[in-house]
């Protein structure tokens, strides 16, 4: 023998969907936030010593692209040059060879600075102790250096004294 049907007449159609709108309702809620949140503290990191290798190696690469740039706006100005006004300035190839010569200048002098700001850093930071960094996520308005508040910002100006 098979299931009975249960009739679909209105009713009984309206008592389900009641039964259903009525246990949804009841439901409990729940809220899922804390009721008082931890502190948010910041995170502090202190840099103390970097390698001088890595720096010269970066700043080698840094500038060898910046390098690549350069030469290319020169090509690119050259060639615009020599489109618009045939013959008032240098040959392309004598304005290319000027900037070849600037731009490894450029990348031997500015490599052997980050390598000695490198040295630097890590003879200052033995002595000072390193740079330190407060990371939060904080998005509100940082306190102002010093600790002074709105008071400093809106001080009087003194008042002239008669000589």
Known sequence: MGRTRRSRTPNTVRERTQDIVSRAVAAPTRDHTLPHAPPRRPTRLRISQNNPWSITVMSFLFLGSLGVCVLGAVLATSVIMAVVAPGAGPSLSQTLFIAA?????????????????????????RLSGGLEVALTDDLADPAPAGGRGEEAREAPAPADTPS
């Not at 500015?110 to 040295?119: I, N, P, S």
């Open 101 to 125: 010569v600037v731009v490894a200048g450029e990348i031997l002098l500015g490599t052997a600075v980050a390598c000695l700001c490198g040295f630097t850093f890590n003879h200052t930071a």
